[in-house]
């Protein structure tokens, strides 16, 4: 009450109801964030939110058909993609870069939570035989931590692929990095989990494409956003290992039509550097302050 802002920013619909309640107290709008999967996990909260919000911003078409489907108004809903950043132009130090046990080995890299399932790992395991057919010095790293590892670590070893497969946890974003700039084809198939929700956007197809990789991703959701297909990556079924394997073992045999792609990539994410997003919000959260001042 002693700040009394001009419009309050809801990123997750968690913080819905105090954005609720400040807007009761000083009479100021809120704009609600909706992402994708909270809708699915918290669909009375998402209606709840959407339904009081003065504007909504959703990250992706897909988005904004599920907050649409909770009852936001459509004429509220706007659709605002999150931004990327630009890689750190600094001079590589060889400690930088990650050990690799063969030299020049073809790296296929995943950057994802192990905590859910529609990330799409255990795909990546049924898929990563065929790519080996192809590709037989391949190797996945997979960098994120989480519930599902024990079972995707011994999926791989009942698949005869452990020696192939590379759990790398949670890493600090610079280690990320440098492992975005050793991969030559990032894969991330996430599928639409039962009751909808899954992959509002995939901020990591942007942070991928912004090192020039090619992508490998879900057909569904809001990869469908991220990812122009066969502009910057390739988009497949996500639930059958053999199109994910296939598209991944294409891109790593067809080095120029992978590095075209990579090149599209980091074009296109040149259009979702933060500032350019940022401005967007901004624009929205300023018209939103401008009309409850005219009242």
Excluded: C
């Excluded at 519930?147 to 890493?171: N, S, T």
């Amino acid at each position: 009450m002693r700040f009394r802002p001009d419009v309050v920013l809801s990123a997750h619909i968690v913080v819905a109801p105090a954005a609720v309640a400040i807007r009761r107290l000083t009479g100021v709008p809120f704009v609600q964030y909706i992402h994708a999967d909270e809708t699915r996990a918290r669909p009375r909260l998402a209606r709840f939110a959407v339904s009081r919000a003065d504007a909504i911003v959703a990250v992706s078409r897909h988005a904004r058909d599920l907050a649409l489907g909770a009852g936001a108004p459509p004429g509220r809903t706007h659709v605002i993609p999150p931004g990327v950043d630009p890689p750190e132009q600094r001079p590589g130090e060889p400690s930088d870069e990650p050990a690799s046990p063969t030299t020049g080995e073809p790296i296929v890299l995943t950057v994802a939570r192990l905590s859910a399932r529609y990330k799409g790992h255990d795909v990546m395991v049924r898929a990563l035989p065929r790519i080996l057919e192809r590709v037989p010095t391949a190797r996945w790293v997979v960098v994120g931590d989480g519930p599902l590892r024990p079972e995707l670590e011994r999926a791989a070893a009942a698949a005869g692929i452990e020696d192939h497969v590379r759990f790398e946890g949670a890493l600090a974003d610079d280690r990320r990095d440098a492992w975005l700039r050793r991969a030559d084809v990032f894969v991330m198939a996430s599928r639409l989990p039962a009751g909808g929700g899954g992959e509002g956007f995939g901020i990591v197809y942007l942070e991928a494409a912004v090192h020039g990789l090619p992508v490998v991703a879900g057909n569904v959701g809001g990869s469908l956003d991220a990812v122009a297909d066969g502009e910057t990556g390739l988009l497949v079924d996500p639930a059958d290992p053999v199109a994910v394997g296939d598209a991944v073992a294409d891109l790593l045999v067809d080095r120029d039509r992978a590095q075209a792609l990579g090149r599209a990539g980091a074009a296109r994410a040149e259009g979702f550097a933060w500032p350019l997003i940022a401005r967007r919000v901004e624009d929205l959260l300023m018209h939103l302050a401008a009309s409850r001042s005219r009242r």
